[in-house]
C-alpha cells in the first residue's frame, strides 16, 4: 500500500503556495515596517522548557506534546508553541544587556500539536508571531495587537472580532484565583477530572475546559475585571484608550483566559466572523507574560506578543472570499526545434535567466504545436522560436503570444535586443 501523509499534516502544493509566499511576504513587510527582527529558533527543545514555560496544567502539556528520547536519553519535544523558546533564547542570550530596548521579534515556522485533527486545527502548522520584551508600557501592548490587525487589513480580512480582556498582575491574580476555589469547591465533584485537578493548582484553567464549558458554575463564575488591583486597572484603561486613539475596534470579554499559563495583564484574541468559516474561530491569541523571562532563568523583564496559524488565516481568507493571487506569467518560453536547436537553447536559456528574465523550454522533446501549447500553460509573455534555418541565418524568431506579432531577433546579440522589445 503507499504510503500516506501523518493524519493532522499537509502538504502545500504549486498553485497553494503562491498564497503562503504573499502571507510571508506581507508579514516580514509589516515586521520590517514595526521594526520586529526576525528569530529562528529549533524546531525541539528540552521538554522542561515548555513544562516550565506552557505549564504544566496546560492542555498542550498535559495532552498535546511531540516528546520523545533522544539516542542520549534527554527527553526532547518538537515545540508545540514559540514564545516559551524565543524568551528562552532572550535570557540565554542575554539579550536583555544590548542597547535596543525592548526587544523586537518574530518568527515564522512549524509548530506541533497532538490534537484532535480537524477543520482549522492540524498537528503540525505554522505560526507567525512576535514578542516585544522589556517594556512595560502599555503602548507596546496596543502595538502588539494593532500589528496583528494590520496583517489581517493587509490580506483583505474584514470581519474581524478582537476581544481583549486583562488577567491582571500576580496580586490581583491571587484575589481571583481565591474567588474561584471558593466558587467552584463546593460543587467540583461535578467537573471532569481534569478540572478537579486544576482546582488548586490552577483554578483559571477551569474556565477554558472544552468538556465542562456548558456548566452553570461556569457562567456565574467571579470575573477576573472584579478582581484587578488599581495598578492592573489603570494599566488596562490605557491600553484601552491607545486602541480606541488608533481606531482599532474591540470587545472586552472577562472569560477570555487562553490556554498557556503565562500570562497576566493584557490576553486577546481574534475571531473570524466570516460565515462558513467553521468551528473554530480563532485566527490569532496573544498577551503579556512578564514573569516568563525570570522563569527561563533571565532578569525580571516584561513581555508581550501574539501567535497566528498561516492555516486559519488562509481559512478565513477562503472564508471572506479574498483572492489575493497575482497572475502568474514568464516572459518567455524557447520553442526549439531539433537537435541543434534544442542544443543552442541550453546556452540561450542559461543567458536569458542571467539577465533576469523568467524563461522555460521544453524537455520533452514536443512537437512545435504542443510546445505552443506548454508556453501558453506558462503564461508566456514571447515565444522564441529556434530551428534549423533560423540557427543558419543566425537569427530567431520572437513572438508576442498576446498580439501575435512576431519579429526576428539576431542570435548573437540575442538577450539585449530582447529585453529592449520586451520592455
Ligand atoms: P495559542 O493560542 O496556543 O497561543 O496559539 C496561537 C494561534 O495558533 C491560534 O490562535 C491559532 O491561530 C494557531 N493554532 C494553535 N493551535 C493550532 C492548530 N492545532 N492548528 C492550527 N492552528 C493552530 C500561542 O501559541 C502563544 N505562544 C501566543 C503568544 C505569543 N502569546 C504571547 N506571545
Not at 139 to 160: F, R
Not at 290 to 319: C, H, K, Q, W, Y
Request: aromatic share 8%.
Amino acid at each position: 500500500m503507499a504510503i500516506q501523509i501523518p493524519r493532522g499534516t499537509q502538504d502545500i502544493l504549486p498553485g497553494e503556495v503562491e498564497k503562503w509566499q504573499l502571507i510571508e511576504e506581507t508579514a516580514k513587510e509589516i515586521c520590517r515596517k514595526y521594526q520586529y527582527q526576525e528569530i529562528r529558533t529549533p524546531i525541539f527543545e528540552q521538554t522542561e522548557l515548555f513544562l516550565r514555560g506552557v505549564g504544566d496544567t496546560t492542555d498542550i502539556v498535559q495532552k498535546e506534546m511531540y516528546t520523545f528520547e533522544d539516542r542520549g536519553g534527554r527527553s526532547l519535544t518538537l515545540r508545540p508553541e514559540g514564545t516559551a523558546a524565543v524568551v528562552r533564547s532572550f535570557a540565554e542570550n542575554k539579550m536583555y544587556g544590548g542597547a535596543n530596548q525592548p526587544v523586537k521579534l518574530y518568527y515564522l515556522g512549524p509548530m506541533f500539536r497532538y490534537e484532535r485533527p480537524q477543520a482549522g486545527r492540524y498537528r503540525q502548522f505554522v505560526q507567525f508571531g512576535i514578542e516585544a520584551l522589556g517594556s512595560m508600557d502599555p503602548a507596546i501592548d496596543a502595538e502588539v495587537i494593532s500589528l496583528a490587525m494590520e496583517l489581517y487589513k493587509a490580506l483583505g480580512l474584514k470581519k474581524l472580532r478582537l476581544v481583549i480582556n486583562s488577567l491582571g498582575d500576580s496580586e490581583s491574580r491571587t484575589a481571583h484565583r481565591n474567588a474561584l476555589i471558593n466558587h467552584f469547591q463546593p460543587r467540583i465533584d461535578e467537573f471532569c477530572g481534569d478540572c478537579q485537578n486544576r482546582l488548586e493548582k490552577n483554578p483559571l484553567r477551569i474556565l477554558d475546559c472544552k468538556k465542562d464549558h456548558n456548566h452553570e458554575l461556569m457562567k456565574t463564575a467571579p470575573s477576573i475585571l472584579e478582581y484587578l488591583n488599581e495598578d492592573s486597572r489603570l494599566y488596562f484603561e490605557k491600553v484601552k484608550q491607545y486602541l480606541s486613539a488608533m481606531e482599532i475596534d474591540y470587545v472586552v470579554d472577562s472569560t477570555l483566559v487562553r490556554g498557556l499559563d503565562y500570562y497576566n495583564h493584557t490576553a486577546f484574541e481574534i475571531m473570524s466572523e466570516a460565515e462558513g468559516f467553521g468551528a473554530i474561530t480563532t485566527l490569532c491569541g496573544g498577551g503579556r507574560y512578564n514573569g516568563l523571562v525570570r522563569e527561563m532563568g533571565g532578569p525580571d523583564t516584561p513581555g508581550i506578543g501574539f501567535a497566528l496559524s498561516v492555516e486559519r488565516l488562509i481559512s478565513a481568507m477562503d472564508a471572506e472570499g479574498v483572492d489575493l493571487q497575482s497572475e502568474k506569467k514568464i516572459d518567455c518560453f524557447i520553442v526549439a526545434l531539433g537537435e541543434e536547436a534544442r542544443d543552442h537553447s541550453v546556452i540561450l536559456l542559461q543567458n536569458l535567466r542571467h539577465a533576469g528574465f523568467s524563461a522555460e523550454r521544453d524537455y520533452l522533446e514536443r512537437k512545435i504545436k504542443a510546445q505552443f501549447k506548454a508556453a501558453e500553460r506558462l503564461g508566456a509573455n514571447f515565444a522564441i522560436i529556434i530551428g534549423e534555418d533560423e540557427l543558419k541565418s543566425g537569427v530567431a524568431a520572437v513572438k508576442n503570444l498576446e498580439t501575435g506579432e512576431q519579429k526576428e531577433l539576431t542570435l548573437n546579440n540575442f538577450v539585449k535586443e530582447f529585453s529592449m522589445l520586451s520592455q
